[in-house]
């Protein structure tokens, strides 16, 4: 075959009609929060998803967030049933630093449960110093000014 002869099939081929469609009527995009500690391995055994599979489509997007704030990753479904959904990761596991405590501190930043989420509490956990925080990177910088303006 000739140049022109591939260039003009390379021109014939089109997408059908109703290929193309907006993303949001195409698939869904679902969040996940995953228990601290969990292995990041977890999510991608099928099993992981048995109590929502039901609910998941192929060419869903799961995002999954740890509840201690310490990794993100998103998934792709390409399989799911009532009880299994085969995931497989879209780009990179997001590991995110965390802050050392210092040794001497009268404050620590702890995971408090989806309610409370991130608290500043004393070390000897008796008093509350504040709770709420998104992320542990929040609760670490309130500990910090806090630690500055109410010395020990």
């Keep these: 075959m000739t140049d022109t002869n591939k260039a003009s099939a390379h021109m014939k081929a089109k997408l059908q009609v109703g290929r193309v469609n907006v993303a949001e009527y195409s698939r869904a995009l679902h969040h996940a929060d995953i228990p601290a500690g969990t292995p990041v391995e977890a ?42 959904a085969i ?20 404050y620590e930043v702890i995971w408090a449960g989806p309610h409370a989420k991130h608290r500043v509490q004393t070390k000897d956990g008796k008093k509350v110093i504040r709770d709420g925080f998104a992320t542990k990177e929040q609760a670490e910088d309130f500990r910090r000014e806090h630690q500055k303006v109410v010395p020990a």
């Design 43 to 84: 999510v991608f055994s099928p099993l992981f998803w048995a109590h929502h599979a039901s609910q998941f489509h192929a060419k869903d997007k799961i995002e999954c967030f740890w509840d201690d704030g310490s990794q993100e990753i998103t998934l792709r479904v390409l399989y799911a049933s009532t009880v299994e």
């Design 87 to 106: 995931v497989s990761p879209i780009g990179d596991l997001v590991v995110h630093d965390k802050k050392e405590v210092g040794a001497n501190d009268t």
